[in-house]
Every structure is written in C-alpha cells, then in structure tokens.
C-alpha cells in the first residue's frame, strides 16, 4: 500500500472524525429546520415536532432494521411488504376475536418469521439478498391481499387504535416506541458482542469465517430483525389508521435504506450507526413535513427527496475519500 | 560502463504530501542489460518511487531522465508509451475475466471495433508461451491461485514492448519452483539488453539476480553498490540502519521431550483431490515447519485443521480424539491460524486496530452478551506493546498500517485467543526485513512458553532456520518429515520436488 498513508493518529482525532462525520448531517438536519421555519411561521412549534417525530416513526424503525441488515452488507427491500402482511395479521387476529396480546404476539412473529425465509434464503441457499428481497417483495405484497382479497381490513380493537393515538407522559405512544427501539438498538450494536460481529462480518466476511464467526447465524439473525422492525411499523402504521391497507408500506424500503445511507451507513457493510440513521430518518421526515407545510405538490417532493439523498451521499463519500 | 549504457537517470527526487516526506533526494542510475535492485523496508519510500515512474504520481521536485529525454509520466499510459513495464506487487487483476483478457487489457485486439476473443486468446497464448508459463490463459482468473496470478501479472507486465521492466515484489507469493520461472525471465530480458528494476525482500535472491544495489531507509538514499562488492548481511544493515546480530533467533530452552503426549496429532488425513494419508504430530513447545511447494496442498491441510473445510482421518488434542467443524470449534480446542492472505482471511481492513485484535476472542472479551471495553482495550494495548505493533493508537485503521504490523495485527488477534496450538501460514509473506526478524522472535518467544506451532513457509531459509522438525509434502502426501539437523536445503527441495533417490 502507500508508503505514507497518514496514519488516522490517535484517539482524539478518531472522535474528531467521527464528529466530523455526524456533523455533516446535524448541520443538514439544521439548514433544513431554519428553511422552513423561515419560510412557515408554523413549522417551529412543539406540536409540529411531535408531529414530525410520529411521521417519521415508522421509517425510524424500519430503517433500524435496515442499518443491520445493510452493516451486514446485505439489503433487504421486503420491508416495505412485511409492514403490509403485518398490518393484516394483527387485524385478522384481532378479526378472529383473540384479543389484542395474542395478536400482537402473532403479528411480530410473522415479522419474524418472513424475515427468516429471507435469511434462510440468503444464507443456505446463497442467493444474493437483493434477488431474494425483491422476489418476496412481491410475494408478501401478495399475501397480504389472501385473506381480503385486496379489501382493507378494519381493526377497531381499542388498546390497538391507542398505540396510535395516546400518550404517555404528554409524549405519543408512537414517539415512546421509536426512542425505546433506538436505544434498544444502539446499545445492541454498539455494545453487544452481537453487535460487534455485526460489524465484522460486514467488514470483512472471510475474516469473520475465520475467527469463529458463525456468518450463516449471523444473516438469519439480521434478517429476522429486519422482519420484526418492519413488522413493529406495521403495527403502528395499521395502528394509525384503524384499519390494514394492502397497500400500506409501498415503496418504505427505500426511505428507510435512504435514512440510512444518510446517516453514514456504507452500502458495502461495515460501517454505520443506529444514531447516523435516526438523524438521517429525521431529515427524511423534516423534508416531507416541511414541503407539505409549503404545499408542494407530491412530484415535487419526490425530486427533492432525491436530490437530497444524491447530494449527501456524494458529501459523505467524498469527506471518506479525503480521509482515505 | 559508458554514459550510453544509461537508460533511467535520477538526481534529487523528491516527493511530499504535504509536511509528509515520503522520498528525499532519491537518485537512480539504470542500465540496459543490468538488473538493478532497490532495496529498503516498507515505509522506505520504494512505493512512491514505483508510482512516479509509473505515471501515477509526479515528483515534487528533482530531474529525471530516460533515454537522456525528460522523464515526468502524467498518466500510466504515458509511462508505458515511453517505454516503461511494471508488474505489480499488489494484484491487479479483474477475477471475473478470464486470464486472456486481462493480459491484454485495455490494449485488446479487435476487429471492426469489437474485441476480437480469438485473437486476444492467441495472442495472450503467444506470450505466455514464449515466456514459459504454466498457466492456461483461457482460465478465470478468479479460479487460480494466488502464485498463479501473479505469474498472469508478470504476463499482463510484459504483453508490451518495453525499455524498462519494474517488477515489485514479484516472488512475494510464489514458490521456488515459480520464482525460477521468473528469474528465467529475467534472464531473457536482461539479455535483450533491457533495464531491469527489482524490487524484494528475499536477501538471497537479490544477491542472485542483482547487478546493481540501490538501498533507500526512509525515505533518503543511502548507497548504490556493485553485487559483487557487497554481502547480505552489509545489505541488511545498510537498510535498518544498525547491524543485525542474527537472521534466526536461537531456540529459547530444550527441544520439548519426544516421549511427552503431543499437543496435536493427525492420522491419515484425507480430502479427496487435495491431499491424503497426512500424519504428523507436534508437542508443546515445539516448531513443526511444513515445507512444499505451491499446490502441494499445505495451506489445505491447515483448513481441514481448522474446520474450515472437510477431511477424513483422525485429530487428537492432548490425546484426546476430536471433531472440528468450524473455525469456532477450533478456537474453542485452543487452536489459532493465522491465514496466508492477511487482508483476505486476516484482517477487517475498514476496522481499528482493537476490534481487529479481539475479534477471535469475543467470548474473553465479553459479558453475557455485552463487550467488556476496558478488558479489550489492555488486550490491544498489551499486544501492541508485546508484539512492537508500529500504530499511533490502537483506534487507527488497520488498513493504514504497512504490511508488517498488519501482519503483527493478524497475529494479536490469534495470541488474543491464547491458542496452545498456533497455525502459522505463510507468516512473513510480503513482510520486510525489520518486521521479520521480529516476528520470528516472537515465534520463538510462544514455543518457549509452550506453545506448539504448525509453521507453513514456501521460505525455505525460514523453515530451517526456525523449525525443530520438518515436514515436507510433495503433490499431497508427506514425502518426509526428519529433524531440522538432519537436513539440507538440497535434500529438502528433493523430497519436495518428489525426486526421491
């Protein structure tokens, strides 16, 4: 290799990096917050944030999933589908006249359980993620329609309906799950031996194999937390709106695999953190609160959110590149 | 020797990046006809040197001059239009094409404008065959080994007509056998008059090959000697700045008991296609040096060790009979392996030194789940202590270290485990000479605390010089395995070669 590669010193200057690196998205986050706060008199107020924090709920927590999965170096683009077939599961149950508990019980082992058959699949049967994902994309989106056939179905269970619209201590349910999942999920990946094998295997999964890393466990796991996080927002979402939509969750998968990206998270593994991607799914959620406040049409904010993700990701890239 | 006989002059190169140094006052003469050697450990400054001539960087100072016209290549394509051939250390090849296409990549035959493959398969056949190859050019490259594509490298260095051929650190992953393919080939070149620049770490080698002897110390020339005026061990101290005492440490303490219960023994090893009837043991204490060629399936038998791949036969611990199916099997038998390819195999290279140290030892680093960051900091930081790991901190990026104390990473991670079996392959590969002796001293030091180590080496120096007993595979079977006293260099490469009498 180069012969005078500087050597990224000490401690201090690790932290420095890092620093560097979130502050290029807190300042983002910032820019984007005084934007609109000139720009609408509305838009900084506590009800507005609270307002934004229970939007952007369902792709925080999908998108917490999404960080394991694409630290592992893999991408799971189902997501989007599990938050449907979720939805669906936890008002059949509820349907069924179960009550809530089993239903909720069921509903994240379904999660669970899909994420599974994407982990399975990726790992014994070595097929890339991205082919499975897509592949089961399209047969969760049509599981979903199985028991309605493409109706939605109502779920009107009370403790249900509260998630979505109670409080706890003057601060949403909503809000509580999504700071309980990230802490939840940061002290696992930053923390945990779990977490850290995470980390390697994506690094490098050879080296992984090596040191005793079982990589096969390793992908089944993620995936499964992957499945059971977008099973989570299901919940919530279908929460939200008194009923599950077959087409709930369309196309979430890429905001959450956006969020993360944002938030540092490298497309080829190893590097990322649950904190890069909350403020990454904040910025994702500023950004369409704050066009909305401006009422700018749909088609717009989808040109926006692109350029947004296209102009951050070069930043962050090219600040990788320098260090490099 | 005539002024006309100059092909590359060189006088008050410089390079910085930056306050950084990375070349001072670098001078160079080279020759038609002569192999020039330069010689210095990694952080040197040979690197910078290579990427000048090459056209990847330009100096930030100083004259150079080829065929007495100036010398300042912006891109590679220029340096090679100028008349300059390099062979990389660092493989450069596209795995998924086939061995062909990337001889002659970039520069491909066609026909009205499409690749022609019939033409670039003849001709890639052409060359590999008049440079005496043994590699089949219709190949994947991601199906060979990695000997084999360095040879396909030395192919892609030479498929155009040059004045000056570079080769850096070209035997660094070959073994005997292809090294003299190599050296044959430098022969030939040196022969048609062109100027050869080598570069390497095998002293004995150098002292082979060489006409000329340049030797750089960070960054700075230090001299330029004749051959025939020099010895390796003059060489050696003109590049470490200090006298080196001995190449091999001696053996601390007695040769481990041959009566005592070996720490591992291996009966009738077999894996259909790679190797079979494999037995040997090693006691604690004790260096068992496994000596063969490439392809002599080695580093195969270390993998079935490991259980990282499978094999029939049987495998004792302490006389116990046991079964490893995985790597962490193994590690839980106290057996570590530090693997051939650090960077592959070894290391995270995106990672900092300290999680890259405790990653085979997660469960001593660990409580119920949770990382204990304190215990694994004093382990990285009594690593890098005990092992003379250069690095600013044990946070810095293991792919910013140079090669040896990458090397000395990969083995912190095995001592992390606190193996009582150490796998050693290919330990000082693409290692220099400081980084070396050091790791040698290390290997000593865990024999003498009772460690017993399986040293796989295609250096045959380093095998005698540092195994009690030798094992020697031929073509997947044990052709000998004797004490290290009763051997010859010459009677190990016969047993190697299979050439028994």
């Known amino acids: 290799m180069t012969e005078t590669a500087h050597m990224t010193s000490n401690r201090q200057a690790y932290l420095r990096t890092m620093m560097r690196q979130y502050a290029g998205i807190v300042l983002s986050l910032v820019a984007l917050c005084v934007f609109f706060s000139l720009t609408n008199d509305r838009f900084l107020s506590v009800a507005n944030f609270t307002n934004i924090f229970q939007q952007v709920a369902v792709i925080a927590i999908t998108a917490f999933g999404m960080t394991w999965v694409i630290l592992l170096g893999e991408i799971d683009l189902s997501v989007g589908s599990i938050i449907a077939v979720a939805g669906m599961v936890g008002a059949q149950i509820i349907g069924l006249g ?70 706890f201590l003057g601060v949403p349910i909503i809000i509580w799950v999504v700071l309980v999942l990230f802490v939840v999920n940061h002290v696992a990946l930053a923390h945990t031996t779990f977490g850290r094998k995470t980390y390697l295997t994506g690094g490098n999964r050879e080296a992984a194999l090596y040191s005793g890393i079982n990589v096969d466990a390793m992908k089944i796991r993620i995936f499964m937390i992957s499945g059971l996080m977008a099973a989570i927002s299901g919940i919530l979402l279908s929460s939200r709106l008194y009923s599950a939509q077959t087409n709930a969750g369309m196309s979430y998968e890429l905001d959450a695999i956006a969020a993360a990206v944002l938030g540092g998270t490298s497309l080829s593994g190893g590097v990322g953190t649950m904190v890069g991607t909350l403020i990454g799914a904040l910025i994702i959620g500023v950004l369409n609160n704050g066009m909305n406040m401006l009422s700018v049409p749909y088609f717009y904010q989808l040109i926006v959110k692109g350029l947004v993700i296209l102009i951050a990701v070069y930043l962050d890239v090219r600040s990788k590149q320098r260090q490099g | 020797m005539a002024e006309a006989d100059i092909v590359l002059h060189m006088t008050g190169v410089r390079k910085t990046f930056g306050p950084v140094v990375a070349l001072s006052n670098m001078d160079l003469t ?148 292809e090294a003299e393919i190599l050296f044959g080939i430098i022969e030939r070149l040196k022969a048609h008059g ?47 700045g200090r006298e080196m005492a001995e190449i091999y440490p001696p053996r601390i303490g007695d040769v481990p008991d041959t009566q005592a219960t070996p720490a591992l023994r291996v009966t009738g090893l077999t894996q259909t296609g790679a190797f079979e009837d494999i037995s040997f043991e090693v006691r604690q204490g004790e260096i068992l040096g496994f000596f063969g060629l490439i392809g002599s399936g080695r580093s195969e038998v270390m993998n079935a060790l490991f259980g990282t791949s499978m094999a029939r036969g049987t495998v004792e611990i302490d006389g116990e009979p046991v079964t490893i199916r995985s790597a962490a099997e193994a590690i839980e038998h106290g057996i570590g392996f530090v693997t051939e390819n650090r960077k592959e195999q070894g290391l995270v290279l995106s990672h900092a ?64 485990t606190r193996p009582r079996i150490l796998i050693l392959d290919e330990p000082t590969r693409g290692v220099d000479v400081g980084a070396k002796f050091e790791i040698y001293r290390i290997i000593r030091q865990l024999a003498s605390e009772g460690t017993a180590i399986l040293m796989v080496s295609s250096e045959l120096p380093e095998v005698l010089g540092l195994s009690d007993r030798v094992l020697i595979m031929s073509e997947g079977r044990v052709s000998q395995t004797a004490p290290r006293d009763t051997l010859t260099p010459e009677r190990v490469m016969t047993f190697a070669t299979g050439h028994v009498q």
């Open chain 1, 98 to 167: 179960w009550g809530f508990a089993p239903a909720l019980m069921l509903t994240l082992a379904a999660g669970a359980a899909m994420g599974l058959f994407n982990g399975v699949m990726t790992a014994k049967l070595l097929l890339p993620s991205f082919i499975v994902t897509v592949a089961t994309m399209s047969i969760f989106r049509g599981l979903v329609s199985l028991p309605t056939g493409g109706a939605p179905a109502m779920n009107m269970d009370p403790t249900w309906i509260a998630i979505g619209a109670n409080s």
């Open chain 2, 30 to 177: 080279v020759r038609a006809g002569r192999v020039h050697t330069i010689l210095g450990e990694n952080g040197a400054g040979k690197s910078t040197l290579m990427k000048i001539l090459a056209g990847v960087q330009l100096p930030s100072a100083g004259e150079i001059t080829l065929d007495g016209a100036p010398f300042y290549p912006v891109t590679p394509q220029e340096a090679a239009a100028r008349g300059l051939a390099i062979v990389f250390q660092e493989l450069s090849l596209c795995n998924n094409l086939s061995v062909a296409a990337n001889i002659l990549a970039t520069r491909e035959p066609t026909r009205m404008g499409f690749i022609s493959d019939r033409k670039v398969t003849a001709r890639a056949r052409a060359l590999v065959h008049e440079l005496g190859l043994p590699i089949d050019v219709t190949a994947q490259v991601g199906d060979l080994s990695i000997a084999q594509r360095q040879l396909v490298e030395i192919a892609k260095g030479l498929s155009h007509d040059a004045k000056v051929v570079i080769f850096d650190e070209p035997t660094s992953s070959l073994s005997d056998n």
């Open chain 2, 194 to 240: 062109k100027a050869v620049i080598y570069i390497s770490h095998r002293m004995e080698e150098i002292m082979r090959l060489s006409d000329d002897i340049t030797v750089v110390r960070d960054g700075e020339y230090v001299d330029t000697v004749a051959r025939e005026d020099t010895t390796i061990d003059a060489l050696i101290a003109m590049m470490v």
């Open chain 2, 353 to 416: 030194l300290r999680p890259n140290v405790s990653m085979a030892a997660l469960p001593r680093f660990s409580v119920r789940g949770f990382v204990r960051s304190r215990a694994e900091r004093r382990e990285a930081l009594s690593e890098v202590e005990r092992l003379g790991i250069r690095t600013n901190s044990i946070e810095t990026v293991t792919g910013t270290l140079s090669g040896g104390n990458q090397q000395k990473v990969v083995l912190a991670k095995w001592l992390a």
